[in-house]
């Protein structure tokens, strides 16, 4: 790659969210260059498990990465074997990706680069400098970073080299092989998706000791299962005030089930999001998404059918409490927590801790390079709840120019804007406007 060469469109990062925006590109006949240096490029983070007992949390018939070919996957996966009413391992969604994005590169428009994104400033192009000390320009730009790695936890400081910060970098890897060969005891902070991925690896790799998770709450995802579904029109839906859209889920819930209330919103979510004001919407993530996030992102019957069991077994137990201090302690950690409802806490000795809290939703504490470069700039902004950038209706970064956000990067003006049904049309939509811009 020479530096100063123009290329219409730089997707900076490449999961999920990237990937097929190159292969919407391309379709389109549009150059562009995909980067990424993460060594995961084409899969991002949700797909570059190995593990087989990590499945996809949504059904292949709807896991199609094109906008307007809703069979696109469940045919893939159906040709190799699979039941499109099934629940997929996530990494031959990753081979669906690798795919998709052979095909980009094939076809002459898609370039990759295994690099990492510093900065970007805008003159006539945008000038992008590369880690490797390389420099691109570009037409137009486009931020597809995924969420932000797990913010740290403040009580595990100084709780030394067993405290697993990021439970999808190297290091957690071999911490569960470590655990499953010395039987040790594990501490899971959090106990959403990623606490099950977790409990799923530790099982897979023949861990039989004990297994805590811990969350405010103590809530864990519920499982998916058969219903009807009982669509609604928009117009029968209460906007603009939380408690009224939750009591409508909750009476919805008597006459359909849970399943097909919290689903019959889906098609509806952007704009029910948008009609909150901003306090209703912090309000919503302070108290109402624990409990909306274990229903609406549900897990596959064979995932939750081995949580039970380990539950049952007593070998995996679900913790509603808060953790109150951590220290190091002789090849593990002693972590004190406070259940909920009770006064005293309780000090106990773990192995490994695992901070399975999630992604970091402050785009200001971004450690991310690229993107201070472009806050420092001005060339983006903060959303109004400062979990991602602000976009307008396209998508468009602002006040930045021939500059877009897709995905994760987005979910202040979207909030569902994570899973792929999501962020596929987006990425159609976006791959429209920018060949829009550039033939203007
Ligand atoms: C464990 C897990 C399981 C999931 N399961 C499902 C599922 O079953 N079904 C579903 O629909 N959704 C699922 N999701 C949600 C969704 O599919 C993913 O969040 C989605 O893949 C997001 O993709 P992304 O490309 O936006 O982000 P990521 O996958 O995070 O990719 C972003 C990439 O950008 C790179 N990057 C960041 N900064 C730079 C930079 N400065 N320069 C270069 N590269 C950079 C990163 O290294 C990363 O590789 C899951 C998510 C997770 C985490």
Known sequence: MKSDRVVSVAIVGGGASGTILAAQLARRGIASILIDGSGRIGRGVAYSTTEPAHLLNVRADGMSAMAGEPEHFADWFEARGGNRAGFAQRRLFANYLAELLDEAVGSGCTELSHSTVVTAARGEDWRIELDNGQSIAARALVLALGNQPPGGLRAFDQAGPNYIANPWGARASAAVRDSAENGGRVLLVGTGLTMIDLVLSLEAAGHDGQVVAISRRGQIPRAHGDYDPSPVAAGELPSGNLRDMLRWVRRRSVVAGWRAAVDSLRPHSHPLWQSLSADEQKRFLRHARPYWDVHRHRIAPEVSNIVARLIAAGSLEIISGRIVAADAA?????????????????????????????????????????????????????????IGLEVDERARATPGQRLWALGPLTKGRYWEIVAVPDIREQAAQVADDIAQELAG
């Open 330 to 386: 002789e090849e593990g950690i002693n972590v004190t927590y406070r259940r909920r409802g009770e006064e005293e806490s309780r000090t106990a000795r773990f192995d490994y801790v695992f901070n399975c809290t999630g992604p970091l939703h402050s785009i200001e504490r971004t450690n991310d390079r690229l993107v201070r470069s472009l806050l420092n700039a001005g060339e983006v902004r903060p959303d109004h709840l400062g």
